[in-house]
């Protein structure tokens, strides 16, 4: 009798989940659990939550999704909570035996955590499916990848890869080994209070973002059928509002849709319609996405230190300097309102991303890591290789060929909010 723990991560979906179908195929019966894991409730060494509330709210909302859509198929989803090397290996005891699956994630806390495992005896099978393309797919040893992205690109664009086929979800998910309530009684599960936060506002929301595996779909379809791609290229440096960029991302961080499911609908797209600039620069972002999910992979946990993959001086460590960063307290109003908007709904534009960053970075001189911890903390979709990927290029301390992007806060300001609509939009 063969019992799969099915670990969800960072992929709070049933379609296009290799890893969640293997274990529908591998097993006899299904375990499929979430933990919550305690090093997320902590704080950062900046002194503020590793994960706020915005992404917490995005987070609860896609659990509950994937429990309601396990339940509707006979299973159900197991929230733990604690330091996943102790809550498995007690399950594991609770259960009998039974094989851990999962997401890969190519980040040293995640690594940390199946490397500990694994050395308890738990066997482990973990599935690379977050992104686009299929690494097995890449025309070099993803070792050796190239490390200026438009090189990375053309290797890709002359192989005539475009993205990995998705697959579909399970016909059928094998039963739960054993009453639920069984399990319940020997776990921790998590405080819904700990868990749970609701906003209230008496404004109209202009970003609205619903965590879950639905609401993903709802969202990209209506994406495509408003057809927004045609347009995506003229308005994805625009800074307010739902329709200029695709918004796809807090979906795609926690997995709530594939990557390879997007561009699918992508490559229909452009079958029925035609492919043009917005489609070709929508399937482009997406590569710069695996590009920094695929870098972990050559240079690992040296991605991760404070100077990162260069030997310059990195910046001070002023606590009153980054509370004004934060608050949006500096000197520029065009950067505090993106601070502003940041801390209110969980969101920033890239365009804006960049631009405070290179504030944090270059003007106050600040260390990238409290900017990126930041980040972390607030975006509704933080992502470990997208966050850690764009700070260290902006620092120049990744793999930038131009060694750093130090913006010009007046110049850009006169670019994309030359009216002031933006800043005196959150100001
Ligand atoms: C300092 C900094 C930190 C960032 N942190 C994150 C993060 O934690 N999580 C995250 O998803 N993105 C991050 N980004 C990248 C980018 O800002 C967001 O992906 C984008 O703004 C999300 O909005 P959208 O889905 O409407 O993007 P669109 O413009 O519609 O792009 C479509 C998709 O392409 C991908 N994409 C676009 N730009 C980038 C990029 N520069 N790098 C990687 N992928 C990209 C995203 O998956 C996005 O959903 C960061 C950028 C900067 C400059």
């Known amino acids: 009798m063969k019992i799969i723990v099915y670990w969800f991560r960072g992929d709070l979906r049933l379609t296009d989940n290799p890893g969640f179908l293997s274990s529908c195929a591998d097993a006899e ?6 933990i919550h894991d305690s090093k997320d409730l902590l704080d950062s060494e900046w002194g503020f939550p590793r994960r706020g509330s915005y992404r917490q709210q995005f987070l609860s909302e896609s659990l509950c999704d994937l429990k309601l859509q396990l339940q509707q198929r006979g299973s159900d989803l197991v929230e733990l909570s604690g330091s996943p090397d102790v809550v498995i290996p ?6 009998g035996s039974a094989e851990v699956y999962c997401q890969r994630i190519q980040a040293p806390e995640e690594q940390g955590d199946i490397h500990q495992l694994t050395k308890q005896g738990v066997f482990v099978k973990e599935f690379w499916q977050s992104t686009m393309v299929d690494p097995k797919d890449l025309p070099f040893d993803i070792e050796d990848m190239p490390d200026v992205f438009t090189a990375f690109r053309q290797k890709i664009e002359n192989a005539k890869i475009r993205f990995a086929k998705p697959e579909a979800i399970p016909t059928s998910i094998p039963p739960l080994p054993m009453d639920l309530r ?9 405080n819904s209070q700990n868990y749970s936060h609701a906003h209230e506002s008496t404004e109209a929301p202009l970003l609205i973002f619903k965590g879950g595996e639905r609401a993903a779909r709802l969202h990209v379809e209506q994406y495509f059928e408003r057809r927004l791609p045609d347009t995506y290229k003229e308005t994805r440096n625009q800074l307010l509002g739902m329709d200029y960029s695709s918004k796809f991302s807090p979906w795609l961080a926690q997995g709530c849709i594939s990557a390879r499911s997007i561009a699918q609908d992508l490559d229909h797209y452009e079958k ?3 492919a043009n600039d917005g489609t070709y620069w929508l399937w482009f972002e997406l590569l710069w996405r695996d590009y920094f999910a695929f870098l972990p992979f050559k240079y690992g946990k040296k991605l991760f230190h404070r ?3 260069s030997d310059k001086p990195v910046g001070k460590i002023n606590l009153s300097q980054l509370n004004q960063w934060i608050n949006g307290q500096t000197k520029e109003p065009f950067v505090n309102a993106a601070m502003k908007e940041l801390s209110s ?10 631009i405070v960053a290179s504030y944090w970075i270059y003007d106050m001189g600040g260390d990238w890591r409290a900017g990126a911890a930041w980040f972390e903390s607030q975006l509704i979709d933080y992502d470990v290789y997208s966050n850690q990927g764009n700070w260290l290029y902006i620092a120049g301390r990744g793999t930038d060929p131009r060694g750093g992007r130090p913006f010009n806060v007046a110049k850009q300001m006169h670019d994309h909010d030359p009216d002031r609509v933006y800043q005196n939009h959150w100001l």
């Open 90 to 95: 007690n399950l594991i005891k609770t259960i």
């Open 272 to 274: 029925q319609y035609g």
């Open 182 to 190: 069984k399990i319940l009684q020997k776990q921790d599960t998590p």
């Open 307 to 309: 100077r990162g993959l």
């Open 29 to 34: 019966y299904v375990l499929p659990i979430y």
């Open 345 to 354: 709904t969980g969101f920033m534009s890239n365009r804006m991303r960049q």
